[in-house]
Nanobody, 127 residues
């Protein structure tokens, strides 16, 4: 069974930076695309960023482009989300996700493409 465990969330002021981590186990991490989504209670889950299994392809939501960077370390089975210039509207629970398929990548951001989800980590940005 695939397990994804997020960490690194917290409370900070607008303009600050935070790095989220997602540790994966239970599958060959190096063959899996990984993605970050976020959700505010009462709202739909929103795509944030995705990275292909080699790290050679990435895609971002327009709302975070230029501020957030997704990266991965296949030796550590971990994907990261570096978040800079944070805004109050970035406040959400952040989830990492992985598809069941290996060697598959899409920059479309549809959450139905992802089969495994972490428990989420809360990010709160105050104004």
């Amino acid at each position: 069974q695939v397990q994804l465990v997020e960490s690194g969330g917290g409370l900070l002021q607008a303009g600050g930076s935070l790095r989220l981590s997602c540790a994966a186990s239970g599958r060959t991490f190096s063959t899996s695309t990984m993605a970050w989504f976020r959700q505010v209670p009462g709202k739909e889950r929103e795509f944030v960023a995705v990275i292909s299994w080699t790290g050679g392809n990435t895609a971002y939501a327009d709302s975070v482009k230029g501020r957030f960077t997704i990266s991965r370390d296949n030796a550590k089975n971990t994907v990261y989300l570096q978040m800079n210039s944070l805004k109050p509207e970035d406040t959400a629970i952040y989830y990492c996700a992985a598809p069941a398929r290996s060697f598959w990548y899409s920059g479309s951001g549809y959450d139905t493409n992802y089969d495994y989800w972490g428990q989420g980590t809360q990010v709160t940005v105050s104004s």
